[in-house]
């Protein structure tokens, strides 16, 4: 299996996991009793491991090499934590948190390594990142439309055997790598990644991200809640999970000729905008389909473009010494910090105000965090397109 081949099967193995517990995790926990403030508190925990987690894997692959083989051990432990899940499912708020914090952190070095690799396979090249990146959401979509039925017909409490079965598949295509070797010699001349981080353009560039992966907390952890409550089915909620990523692959696979003409630093600040107006129009759709169909269109900006245009960035600014340090760090501050935080505050306001509060709030938190991203396009040095 040439390493290409290995990245695609890795991605949609991956991803589809991810389209499993996405959309469906607070309806599995729900069904478990919890109420919905309790499952803001719970989906926000995997958050909160993913400040301790990826610096921790990025620094194992940096460091010491070898990332195929903790890619291994990750893909391993993460079936172990889904079984462990399962298995204490029913021992109240405490001990799921802890199955989810388990889960979260051992499955962190995931995405941090695989990401890496696909930029050292593709050199950057925006074009046949989107042709590996897409296998993702391909994996992403078949487990949203596929699940949603199966749970409505057999019950939301089988939600962890679906995700097992993904997982075996990941170990299987992650266990058929060639070794590793361990990375070559480090040159003395890169800059430390600690300084970077002190350059107002990078600074403004995480502080963007933080407030983006903020404001889609409320997609991750209430849309599917917003959804049921409108009286959406599980297929239904799986059919506009399911749309979303569909347009993201359309992103992916034609997404080349967007960085040929436009720098990626002015994508991201673009998608962050888009991020805005698209949660307003859920938080004032009042469950309207047509609002929420072309809000879930705006998925390939809000993730395909942003998504893509992150890992440009990263690719351009840092040194391939610092790209699991640096992958981890964006994962860390982004989906970890702001990721956490923004389950909270927005299943606060979703107690406390209304759901419609809830997604009007995310839209607040992405305007601020395009406010930063415009600050970051204007002191970064000239990063120019493809």
Known sequence: MSETTRLKGFFFAYFAYVGMFSPYLSLYLAETGFTVAQIGILMSLPQWMRIIAPPFWGWLADSRGHPDQLMRLSSVLTLVAVCLLHGFSGFGIWIVGLMLALLFFVSAAQVPIGEA???????????EYGKIRLWGS????????????????????????????????????VWSSRADT??????????????RLRQTHIAAFFLANFLMIFAHAAYYVLFSLFLEEQGYSKTAIGALWTLGVVAEVALFRWQRH?????AALTLLGVSIAVAAVRFALIGGSDGALWILLSAQLLHAITFGLHHSAVMKILHQWFDVHQQARAQALYVTLAYGLGGALGGLVVSALWVQVSPAGAFYGAGLAAAIGAVF??????????LVPE
């Not at 690799?117 to 074009?127: A, Y």
């Not at 487990?143 to 409490?157: E, K, N, Q």
């Not at 997982?167 to 295509?173: E, G, T």
């Open 373 to 382: 991203a415009l600050l970051a396009i204007r002191r970064a040095p000239a």
């Open 182 to 195: 361990a990375p070559a010699a480090r040159p003395a001349s890169i800059i430390r990644l600690r300084e």
């Open 117 to 127: 690799q696909t930029l050292r396979v593709t050199q950057g090249d925006s074009g």
């Open 138 to 173: 391909i994996g992403f979509i078949l487990a949203v439309a596929s699940l949603g039925p199966a749970l409505d017909a057999l019950g939301t409490h089988t939600l962890p055997f679906w995700m097992a079965g993904a997982l075996l598949l990941l170990i299987v295509i």
């Open 258 to 262: 967007l960085f040929v003409r436009f």
